[in-house]
């Protein structure tokens, strides 16, 4: 899976199969800080994604 | 999760909407609040204090797809590297919505950019930044029936919790969806539509409806009290979801005492003016001006004089 943090603007990679929560938490991310993003579409972190999964994670907090 | 109006696939969570419901739950949010609060009247002229970021790009959006008569006043504090970047991104926004644009410079106003004054100044930009943008801001407002800020929800529940905490009332009392209860001479009345938006809410909006620049950061940015109280107020929501709209709920329904409390304490005793600038200002010498002496720049051009 690849995965976009814009916050870091850094792409993981990683292989992983769950919901976005997981995911979230895999990186200690809180998600009321962020929203989900998924072949361009807004995702609900409940969603389950699969290991060739695309995901990009955008900062909600503005900056300044 | 399915949307638990029409059973669509969900884009948001709290509440579950799908795509086109979100939208109109939004939409109806925002105008809501402005027919409850009476923020607007029909034929005011407004002044929308963007900076490029979502929150006010969102409001400007909001105001003008509802026919209200609206003007982008930006300030151009002059930080290399970002300011530029999100003003790049306003200027072709309302370019191609037609609406009208002021940007304010530090540079033209003070003689010299934020970046310049940091290099002479012991102070930290925030402080410098935010005394010169509120005195810009409020003194371009004048032309106008109101201005308009993108403050959410979680803006506000950090302002609450910070006051709170620092046991200022005078401020806590002039908190709320029409900011400032002293209908002081020289200030144009400030209007929060947005208020009752959580910030993650006005995100997915802006990304739905393709209203977001790419992620820039101010560079100055700092571990702030504000940051602190936000981080707070966000891992408390993770554990306790619903917290930060039960505070501002909260919040509301004891502001009319509080008002009354700081009326009959004296804290709102109409504000007089600065004598160097004439700006309204309850010291002598308004911040703005003392500021300016302090970082030696040029004097802030007066309006007509
Ligand atoms: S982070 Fe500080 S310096 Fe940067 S825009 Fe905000 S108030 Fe100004
Ligand atoms: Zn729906
Ligand atoms: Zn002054």
Redesign the pocket.
Known sequence: MDVFIEKQDRHHRLSFRGSGDRLLALFDINPETVILVKDGQLITSDTMLKDTDAVRILSVIS?? | MRCRKCGERTVFSSPALCKDHFISAFEKKVYDTIDRYKLISRGQRIAVAC?GGKDSTVLLHLLQKRGYDVTAMAID?G?AG??DKTLAFLRRFCFERGIPLQVHRYQDAFGAS?DHMMQRSPR???T???VF?RYLLNRHARDFDLLALGHNLDDEAQSILMNLLLNNRAVLSRLGPKAGIVEAEGFTPRIKPLYLCREKEVMAYSFIQNLLTDFTE?????DSFRAEVRDFLNDHEASHPGFKELLVHEYLSSLPRLQRQAKDSGDLEPVGSCSLCREPSAAAVCRACSLKKEIRVSSPERQGA
């Open positions: 900056g300044g | 900076s504090e930080i970002y300011r934020l930290k930009p925030c410098v930044c935010g943008r101010c560079p100055n940015i700092v």
